[in-house]
T-cell receptor, first 111, second 114 residues
Framework: DAGVIQSPRHEVTEMGQEVTLRCKPI?????LFWYRQTMMRGLELLIY????????DSGMPEDRFSAKMPNASFSTLKIQPSEPRDSAVYFC?????????FGPGTRLTVT | GENVEQHPSTLSVQEGDSAVIKCTYS??????FPWYKQELGKRPQLIID?????GEKKDQRIAVTLNKTAKHFSLHITETQPEDSAVYFC?????????????FGQGTTLQVKP
């Protein structure tokens, strides 16, 4: 099992540009979570999906953030337009029965 | 809203000593409590978890205890080794149904001195 896969691993972009982060969950897992990690705010849940349906997006900071899960093996998190304060590590995690397993993360830097 | 408090924020121990990290939660419906270890620049990794129907769980040098009445749970690491140095996060599920949503503590940076 390859585990949760995320791409890109690093992203550097200029303010105002669109950023798309990608995630492939573990096969057979029905739930997918997007987190953001910063020193100041720790690990924050942005949004999560059950069976490809968004369940709770209350953690999405602004309308600039959107997430989709078109099928059971793929999800995207998009930021448009990006701002310097969006700089963080973004993790995707998938869940089987109880346990959540994290992907390697995408380190986003917005200049 | 739901909250998880974690203490201490930093912990330094000598190799071979024990380390204890404590967390309290606010949602009385929480029933799943995982612990994650995150090394610098890496992903959080699940190291142990406990569900509300048990009070203690052990896995080699790691143990977790849960007190549902007091709404707190703890991670115990015995015979610490330098490779245990990392940031440790506790988490608690929210709500009684298994949605998977977790609230994380702020993390404890553990340093094990050789």
């Amino acid at each position: 099992d390859a585990g949760v896969i995320q791409s890109p691993r690093h992203e550097v972009t200029e303010m105002g540009q669109e950023v798309t982060l990608r995630c492939k969950p573990i096969s057979g897992h029905n739930s997918l979570f997007w987190y953001r990690q910063t020193m100041m705010r720790g690990l924050e849940l942005l949004i999560y999906f059950n069976n490809n349906v968004p369940i709770d997006d209350s953690g999405m900071p602004e309308d600039r953030f959107s997430a989709k899960m078109p099928n059971a093996s793929f999800s995207t998190l998009k930021i448009q337009p990006s701002e310097p304060r969006d700089s963080a590590v973004y993790f995707c995690a998938s869940m089987g029965l109880y346990e959540q397993y994290f992907g390697p993360g995408t380190r986003l830097t917005v200049t | 809203g739901e909250n998880v408090e974690q203490h201490p924020s930093t912990l330094s121990v000598q190799e071979g000593d024990s380390a204890v990290i404590k967390c309290t939660y606010s949602d009385s419906a929480s029933n799943y409590f995982p612990w994650y270890k995150q090394e610098l620049g890496k992903r959080p990794q699940l190291i142990i978890d406990i569900r509300s129907n048990v009070g203690e769980k052990k896995d080699q040098r790691i143990a977790v205890t849960l007190n549902k009445t007091a709404k707190h749970f703890s991670l115990h690491i015995t015979e610490t080794q330098p490779e245990d140095s990392a940031v440790y996060f506790c988490a608690a599920s929210t709500g009684s149904s298994n949605t998977g949503k977790l609230i994380f503590g702020q993390g404890t940076t553990l340093q094990v001195k050789p």
